[in-house]
């Protein structure tokens, strides 16, 4: 089992920007894809972004593309989202999750982490 630490959640105002930071245990021969996913009360869950462990190929949700962006560093087993441009939204716990397949389906996620709180608000 991949252990998963999510931090980098805040406060922040509309238009600015926060980094997420995942951390995940064990080697990336563990999983083949991380995950960004969000969930707000009463909402379900959603994916925001996923990249590849092996080739760094990014995917992004239609609501986040372009002003989000994923990256790792192999070295730290370390997965960042960089979020731009928040919108004034309801405030929404960020999970990071690990997966054996290639993409990052909700469904097909194998570990997740706790959490980080992101609030944008005025």
């Known amino acids: 089992q991949v252990q998963i630490v999510e931090s980098g959640g805040g406060l922040v105002q509309p238009g600015g920007s926060l980094r997420l930071s995942c951390v995940a245990s064990?080697?990336?021969?563990?999983?083949?894809?991380i995950g960004w996913f969000r969930q707000a009360p009463g909402n379900v869950r959603e994916g925001v972004s996923c990249?590849?462990?092996?080739?760094?190929?990014?995917d992004y949700s239609d609501s986040v593309r372009g002003r989000f962006t994923i990256s790792r560093d192999t070295a730290k087993n370390t997965v960042y989202l960089q979020m731009n441009r928040l919108k004034l939204e309801k405030a929404a716990v960020y999970y990071c999750?690990?997966?054996?397949?290639?993409?990052?389906?909700?469904?097909?996620?194998?570990?997740w982490g706790k959490g980080t709180m992101v609030t944008v608000s005025s």
């Open positions: 990249i590849s462990t092996s080739d760094g190929t990014t």
């Open positions: 064990g080697s990336t021969l563990d999983y083949s894809a």
């Open positions: 999750a690990t997966t054996t397949w290639a993409y990052c389906s909700l469904s097909d996620m194998d570990d």
